[in-house]
């Protein structure tokens, strides 16, 4: 199984011990996810430090306040890493006030048009924010591969998947008794666009809900998109193992 989407520098166990347990659990590939200029630097480190680990380096929408040029030279040279293996998170956040839209809206252009010019997957976080995120990626990002990184708008799943070059992720937040509608979205994905996540820290999936998530949970959320598709786990995990081959453009 991947983890296509975790934080590796946010977790409080060690690396050494998230990745062992991670691999006892069945999880071949981890990606981690930078957020700012710091944790881009410690998630390469953690991709050099661990074959099975791979980084998505990006300026997220909440930390994206003042993004100019600098930043983007600076997140330019970091993206080149042979072991990242995509542009961001990025997008749009309305939930929290944490960043001027304008600047959100910056950065997110900026890292659309890196991520173009280097050829890597874009990994997208939206909040509250869903109409400007889809208008935003079908203005600019066409012929860009785009990871919808915990995917929430299930009401949109149509919309998403007319877009053949966009890959769903679903986190532990699909396994959410209220979440039902997640869930159905998980279904109609295409197997060859489909992956999983922890997002770990965060979002873990219910069997350990209320304990800090981490790479090795993300099997938990992949059995129950399995019992959702009505397929047996060995199938949708070489169906994951396959679309994030692709996407990420990793081999072996």
Known sequence: ???????????????????????KAGVSRI?????DGASCRAGLAAAEDFPQVYAALGRHPNSATGFDDADLAELAALVAHPKCVA????????????TPRADQERAFRAQVALAREVGKPLVIHTRAA????LALLDAEARGVRVILHCFSMPNRIEECLAHDDWWISF??????????????????????RLLVETDAPYLSPQVV??????????????QAVAVERRVPYDELERAVEASAATVFGWSG
């Not at 990606?31 to 957020?35: A, E, K, L, N, Y």
């Not at 542009?87 to 944490?98: A, K, P």
């Not at 039902?180 to 998980?186: H, I, K, Q, S």
């Open 87 to 98: 542009v961001g998170e990025t997008g749009l956040d309305y939930y929290r006030d944490y």
């Open 1 to 23: 199984m991947i983890d296509s989407h975790t934080h590796l520098d946010l977790c409080e166990p060690p690396d050494a011990e998230l990745v062992a347990a991670a691999s």
């Open 31 to 35: 990606v981690t996810v930078g957020t």
């Open 130 to 133: 869903e109409d400007d995120t």
């Open 209 to 222: 809900r209320g304990k800090p998530n981490q790479p090795a949970h993300v099997v938990s959320t992949a």
């Open 171 to 192: 986190a532990g937040n699909v396994t959410y008794p209220k979440a039902a509608p997640l869930r159905v979205a998980a279904v109609r994905v295409p197997a060859e």
